[in-house]
């Protein structure tokens, strides 16, 4: 088993190598990009992360011109999609990560066009499979995991409408309060239950954390904690704006509001595995028990309201029935009389003399 990993290692390296010729003898104009991804995705060195200067290669792509981002990012997920080795992938996915979090936004834009609307770039990771060696099947699982998680970063992105790692979201969360304030309860909601989704998605990490012994591995479970960490704050400010309006929520938004927050809570623990208590924000859990409690409380004032309100309209509706019934034994079956009642005259007061 040694030898017939020891000559597949030297198997990609060799593979490496002849990428790296073709795209030297390339007389196409975009040979440095060919040259830049090669380099930051290599098959040498498959348990460490590129470096910071071979990501600041890739990213000052994005300092030009949009006809020479495109051209990158098609070369990126030409390497992506083209491998098929788990090393190299985490890399090429690494490397889009990276640029999501501090590339320039010509290159974010190129990354989010999905093929729904016309672009090419979509991760389509989901088939991804290496089962060479029991090392390789793994680490096969880390990629298909991280291309979910890259993904529902778009998503969410697209949904709250700025990137998430953007430096507007990092900041300025006066203003981000401000603008929960102002969205409708359906909408503060909506953007809840998508950003709970992404912490869903993080929690289906692979289950074999021991690989985070590998440094390519533990760069990547660090680059999707210092996602959750943005979407901590991005709950957090949520919950506290729909906290305040709860009194005005109908039961159907109390009854998803709660939903929601279970499901965030029940991603507790496995959070907790997968970062070793990193960015665990005691406070937002707090918090989240807090609201639980508050609509479990409101929903049982509203379900006493609504049983006293039909015991006492079935009270009324029972004293009608029994004064209809009574009135029906005593009122004559015709003439309209009353039973041992006679009608006499009105009684008139006698003149003064």
């Known amino acids: 088993m040694g030898h017939r990993k020891k000559l597949r290692t030297v198997i990609d390296i ?3 190598l002849t990428s790296n010729i073709k795209a030297t003898l390339s007389t196409k104009r975009n040979t440095k990009i060919h040259m830049a991804v090669l380099r930051a995705t290599t098959a040498r060195n498959s348990s460490s992360p590129p470096s910071d200067n071979r990501i600041a290669a890739v990213i000052s792509f994005g300092c030009g011109s949009r006809l020479t981002a495109c051209a990158f990012v098609e070369a990126l997920m030409d390497r992506l999609h083209g491998t098929k080795n788990p090393s190299v992938a985490l890399k090429c996915l690494f490397t889009i990560h990276s640029i999501i979090k501090k590339g320039p936004f010509i290159l974010k834009d190129q990354l989010s066009f999905y093929p729904s609307f016309g672009g090419r770039n979509f991760l389509n990771m989901s088939k991804f499979r290496q089962d060479s060696d029991p ?3 793994e680490l096969a699982s880390w990629v298909r995991w991280y291309a979910t998680v890259i993904e529902q970063n778009f998503i969410v992105s697209r949904f709250l409408g700025h990137y998430l790692n953007s430096s507007c979201s990092s900041n300025n969360s006066k203003d981000k309060e401000d603008k929960a304030s102002a969205l409708l309860n359906k909408d503060l909601l909506g953007e809840l239950d998508i950003l709970v989704d992404f912490v869903e998605v993080i929690c289906e990490a692979p289950d074999s954390l021991h690989l985070q ?10 680059y999707a ?5 943005i979407v901590q704050r991005e709950i957090l400010i949520r919950v506290v704006e729909l906290k305040d309006r709860m009194a005005s929520l109908s039961c159907n938004e109390l009854t998803q509001l709660l939903g929601s927050l279970k499901r965030f809570e029940d991603c507790k623990e496995r959070l907790r595995l997968l970062f070793v208590n990193r960015a665990r924000n005691d406070a937002l859990w707090e918090l989240i028990r807090g609201a639980k409690l508050k609509i479990m409380e409101m929903g049982k004032l509203k379900s006493l309201v609504k049983m006293a309100r039909t ?8 004293f009608r029935e029994r004064f209809g019934e009574l009135r029906q034994l005593v009122r004559l079956n015709s003439g309209g009389g009353w039973l041992g009642m006679d009608r006499v005259p009105a009684l008139t007061m006698p003149t003064m003399l």
């Open 14 to 16: 060799l593979k490496c």
């Open 135 to 137: 090392e390789r099947w």
């Open 213 to 222: 012994r590998n440094n390519l591995v533990y760069a990547v479970i660090r």
């Open 225 to 229: 904690g210092e996602d959750y960490r």
């Open 311 to 318: 015991d006492g309209s079935g009270e009324l509706t029972r």
